[in-house]
């Protein structure tokens, strides 16, 4: 089980990390899954995500392998990266021989720029949805939902919502007391700071 995230400058860290998590530790958790997760950007390299963090790709478009879940980030970046023809064209070929095609936040514009989510719904972060919509390329752009399937397309809301969507994820291709050890293994259980106060 080959799963990469897609990296570009300018990402939204838990965009990538949150969903990381997820697989990683369902696959420390059940070794027999064989998930491994890649980064791939570009060209390689290291990458500057939106907060600051650099991270260093394990491949570029050119060596990357084939994958069986695409994850593609949020971010500002995506703001320039909807019109990376390069970018996009990578995207709507590593798709087609993917089992899922999945995003976090902002994401879902480049999957629906790039065609996978074309005429599909999707979801993007609250604060993109006009954004989105504006761009006309999805069927919907789905408001107060943290993630929606729409075929083998699975997009999620901002940020946090990523890590529901991984969850929920891994539950669809296992199954679903699979992904609450998981969650559990994760602590995941939010509480926000003002709704967790004790």
């Given at each position: 089980m080959k799963i990469g995230f897609l990296m570009f400058e300018d990402l939204e860290e838990l965009d990538m990390v949150g969903p990381w998590e997820v697989f990683t530790m369902a696959g420390k958790i059940r070794p027999e899954t064989g998930?491994?997760?890649?980064?791939?950007?570009?060209?390689?390299?290291?990458?500057?995500?939106?907060?600051?963090?650099r991270v260093v790709a394990d491949h570029?478009?050119?060596?990357?392998?084939?994958?069986?879940?695409?994850?593609?980030?949020?971010g500002q970046g995506t703001r320039r990266e909807v019109a990376n023809t390069e970018l996009l064209a990578w995207i709507a070929e590593t798709?087609?021989?993917?089992?899922?095609v999945t995003?976090?936040?902002?994401?879902?514009?480049?999957?629906a720029a790039a065609g996978p989510a074309r005429g599909k719904r999707i979801a993007t972060h609250?604060?993109?949805v006009d954004l989105v919509r504006r761009r006309g390329e999805a069927g919907e752009v789905m408001d107060?939902?943290?993630?929606?399937?729409d075929g083998n397309v699975v997009t999620s809301a901002g940020v946090s919502a990523g890590i529901d969507m991984a969850l929920w994820l891994v539950g669809e291709i296992w199954e679903p007391a699979f992904a609450r050890k998981?969650?559990?293994?994760?602590?995941y259980d939010?509480?926000?700071?003002?709704?967790g106060e004790v």
């Open positions: 998930i491994a997760c890649v980064t791939i950007a570009p060209y390689g390299g290291t990458v500057r995500c939106a907060k600051g963090l570029s478009f050119e060596d990357a392998p084939p994958l069986d879940i695409l994850v593609v980030p949020g798709a087609r021989g993917c089992t899922w995003s976090v936040c902002t994401g879902s514009m480049l999957l609250w604060g993109a107060d939902v943290r993630y929606v399937r998981v969650q559990r293994q994760m602590q939010p509480a926000p700071p003002y709704a």
